[in-house]
């Protein structure tokens, strides 16, 4: 079935930088889309969300990028910190639904200090 | 506490015996959603809730699998004659406003069939 996936399953980066997190999905009725961020033993924690009809929307140190035509999301965190460590999920409500969200499989972020 | 809360935080239980996992969901949030994580996986939808009624439950995996959201604001999911493949976390979720509304998780309850 369609679904929601991650490029890079894990993700490491020195304190400090720039993190981009990509995530691919393959329902082209998916009109909104969320990212969370899952520190362990945690619940996901919501990070920022983007709707069809934006191409990026910018919240503290995150941005979310969003490219229809090749059905592709990114998140950007600048100025990584160790804090910023978890695993992150791409999520998408695959259009015509009131309210499913359907979950990437994840990428770990480490932040070396 | 502003956020959704659910217990226990952690249930371990005998294959074959029943189980059931309470969501208080954040105040005033008609929607309610659960969700099963297995290991090293993104979070797999069960069933939604509006207010009391159960509008979806195709995510639920067996007639083992039941929940309920009486009152419109506590929600339990039950777990009948557990099996050792039920072993994960259960993540319920709550949002107040429409489908374009980020939802809220809590921190779910790891369950753990013996």
């Known amino acids: 079935g369609e679904s929601v996936g991650l490029h890079l399953p894990t993700l490491s980066v020195q304190e400090g930088d720039n993190s981009i997190i990509n995530c691919a999905y393959s329902?082209?009725?998916?009109?909104?889309f969320i990212w969370y961020k899952q520190e362990s033993g945690k619940g996901p924690q919501f990070i920022i969300d983007?709707?069809?009809?934006?191409d990026k929307r910018q919240g503290q140190r995150v941005t979310v990028l969003l490219n229809k035509t090749v059905k592709h999301l990114s998140l950007q965190i600048a100025a990584t910190q160790p804090g910023d460590s978890a695993v992150y999920f791409c999520?998408?409500?695959?259009?015509?639904?009131?309210?499913?969200?359907?979950f990437g499989k994840g990428t770990l972020l480490t932040v070396n200090p | 506490g502003a956020g959704v809360s659910q217990s226990p935080r952690y249930k371990v239980a005998k294959r074959g015996q029943d189980v059931a996992l309470r969501c208080d969901p954040i105040?005033?949030?008609?929607?309610l959603f659960w969700y099963q994580q297995a290991l090293g996986q993104g979070p797999e939808f069960l069933t939604y809730?509006?207010?009391?009624?159960?509008?979806?439950k195709s995510g639920l995996p067996s007639d083992r699998f039941f929940a309920e959201r009486p009152e419109g604001s506590v929600s339990t999911l039950k777990i009948q004659r557990t099996q050792q493949e039920d072993s994960a976390v259960y993540l319920c979720?709550?949002?107040?406003?429409?489908?374009?509304?980020?939802?809220?998780f809590g921190d779910g309850t790891r369950l753990s069939i013996l």
């Open positions: 979720a709550s949002r107040g406003g429409g489908r374009n509304q980020p939802q809220h």
């Open positions: 329902n082209s009725a998916s009109d909104y």
């Open positions: 983007i709707r069809s009809n934006m």
């Open positions: 999520a998408e409500n695959p259009g015509g639904s009131n309210y499913k969200l359907t």
């Open positions: 105040s005033g949030h008609v929607s």
């Open positions: 809730f509006q207010n009391e009624a159960q509008l979806d």
